[in-house]
């Protein structure tokens, strides 16, 4: 069973604070790793995408990946009200098939 | 317009009823999905088209028919609603299936009474 965790949250931060959101996922033959942003009623969109280990960072997102620790993380710098909302971690698995298995993802709120 | 798009945006159906949701992209992306998001579930694959006339299955198949006649369009077909298949189903498609970026449409919700 191909699995990718998350915490659900709650997760709270003032404004201005870094948001810490984290995901681990259960295949060591993983590639491909994503994380997108859906506000409520919305659809998903990306927000990071990830390949090697190591950090990538893209204006106040920096995505974080340890394929050794089989995690993955999403870190905002500087949140904004406008940054509520769930994030979800997208893992695409090497199988014999195509897969991309979403985790349940983490309700971000930034109090102003 | 470009982009994609899902319709009905809003469904409301009996069980036992078949129901069709439909999907279209207008940038000739290759792959096409099917998800379903419930709470607590986060986005679920459903079937997944690599090509036209080329589609699989994902995590939770069960009751859904797919076809794929066409690059642009990817129907999403279930041939006798029940009650657990109200849901949000969201379209996506990317240009490749194992590293890209998936686009998704707005979304359906569909209550099955």
């Known amino acids: 069973q191909k699995e990718v965790e998350q915490n659900s949250g709650p997760l709270s931060v003032p404004e201005g604070a870094i948001a810490s959101l984290n995901c681990t996922y259960s295949?060591?033959?993983?590639?491909?790793f994503f994380w997108y942003r859906q506000y409520s009623g919305k659809s998903p969109e990306l927000i990071m995408s990830?390949?090697?280990?190591g950090d990538k960072e893209d204006g106040r997102f920096t995505a974080q990946l340890n394929k050794a620790s089989q995690y993955v993380s999403l870190l905002i710098r500087d949140s904004q009200p406008s940054d509520s909302a769930t994030y979800l971690c997208a893992v695409n698995f090497k199988t014999g098939g195509f897969k991309t298995i979403f985790g349940a993802g983490t309700r971000l709120f930034v109090k102003a | 317009d470009a982009g994609i798009t899902q319709s009905p945006r809003y469904k409301i159906t009996e069980t036992g009823r078949q129901v069709t949701l439909m999907c279209h992209q207008t940038?000739?992306?290759?792959?096409m999905f099917w998800y379903r998001q419930d709470l607590g579930h986060g986005l679920r694959l459903i079937y997944y088209?690599?090509?036209?006339?080329?589609?699989d299955k994902g995590e939770v198949p069960d009751g859904y028919v797919v076809s794929r006649s066409k690059t642009e369009n990817f129907p999403l077909t279930l041939e006798s609603a029940t009650r657990s298949q109200t849901s949000v189903y969201f379209c996506?498609?990317?240009?490749?299936?194992?590293?890209?970026?998936?686009?998704f449409g707005p979304g359906t919700r569909l209550t099955v009474l």
């Open positions: 940038w000739s992306h290759s792959y």
């Open positions: 990830i390949y090697s280990n």
């Open positions: 996506a498609s990317s240009t490749s299936g194992t590293s890209d970026t998936q686009y």
């Open positions: 088209s690599a090509a036209a006339d080329i589609t």
């Open positions: 295949d060591r033959g993983s590639q491909s």
